[in-house]
């Protein structure tokens, strides 16, 4: 059974910037047809894909987020990391590292989920 | 982006009441969606993929239908452990986006 589980701060200042890391077990970062991905949830709200990466280090971004984010691979570690930038309080929210099932263009689904993190941002 | 509705927002149900929650893409997806269950404190768990294909462990009563643009998630007949936060989900077209959530709640 794949399990995937957060780290990182839990409080971050307005304008600096986040930093969380997804560990991987009983799996493998570096497995062929799965990417890797950050969600996010604001309180009492729905999720927000925030981009993927695949062991290869190639990546993509919601378009909404993509200025700011920065997402990462070290397959030596079986880890992969998110950073967002110049962060607000609009940022404030359950952080979800997941692994991305690629079935076919055009089809794919979140297999496998971290617990979550909050990270909030407040001064 | 493709903008994922879901309707009802929320629904008042019984054990053993099927229920059925709707999910409308702005743009034709295929059969590209998924559908989560989420409860409160945890993190989503995928049911239904390729808009019918039931998740490995998922039970039975669980449901997918359709194509392009409108697609069905049914309850056959809802358990205890059933109430919680419904979620639809397309990859089909950059970027993957979600429906805003359907709450199962008890009557």
Redesign the interface.
């Known amino acids: 059974q794949v399990q995937l589980r957060e780290s990182g701060p839990g409080l971050v200042k307005p304008s600096e910037t986040l930093s969380l890391t997804c560990t991987v077990s009983a799996g493998s970062v570096s497995s062929d047809n799965y990417y890797w991905?950050w969600i996010r949830q604001p309180p009492g709200k729905?999720?927000?894909?925030i981009g993927y990466i695949y062991h290869n280090g190639n990546t993509?971004y919601?378009?909404?987020l993509k200025s700011r984010v920065t997402i990462s691979v070290d397959t030596s570690k079986n880890q992969f990391s998110l950073k967002l930038s110049s962060v607000t309080a609009a940022d404030t929210a359950v952080y979800?590292c997941?692994r991305?099932?690629w079935?076919t263009t055009?089809?794919?689904?979140?297999?496998y989920?971290?617990?979550?993190t909050l990270v909030t941002v407040s001064s | 982006d493709i903008q994922m509705t879901q309707s009802p927002s929320s629904v008042s149900a019984s054990v053993g009441d099927r229920v059925t929650i709707t999910c409308r893409a702005s743009q034709g997806i295929s059969s590209g969606l998924a559908w989560y269950q989420q409860k409160p404190g945890k993190a989503p768990t995928v049911l239904i993929y390729a808009a019918s294909s039931v998740q490995s462990g998922v039970p039975s009563r669980f449901s997918g239908s359709g194509s392009g643009t409108d697609f069905t998630l049914t309850i056959s007949s809802l358990q205890p452990e059933d109430f919680a936060t419904y979620y639809c989900q397309q990859a089909n077209i950059f970027p993957i986006t979600f429906g805003q959530g359907t709450r199962v709640e008890i009557k």
Do not use: I, K, M, T
Not at chain 1, 46 to 49: F, I, N, Q, R, T
Not at chain 1, 106 to 111: K, Q, S, T
Not at chain 1, 113 to 116: A, E, I, K, P, R
């Open positions: 991905s729905g999720l927000e894909w993509n919601n378009p909404s979800y997941a991305d099932r079935v055009g089809l794919e689904y979140f297999d989920w971290g617990q979550g």
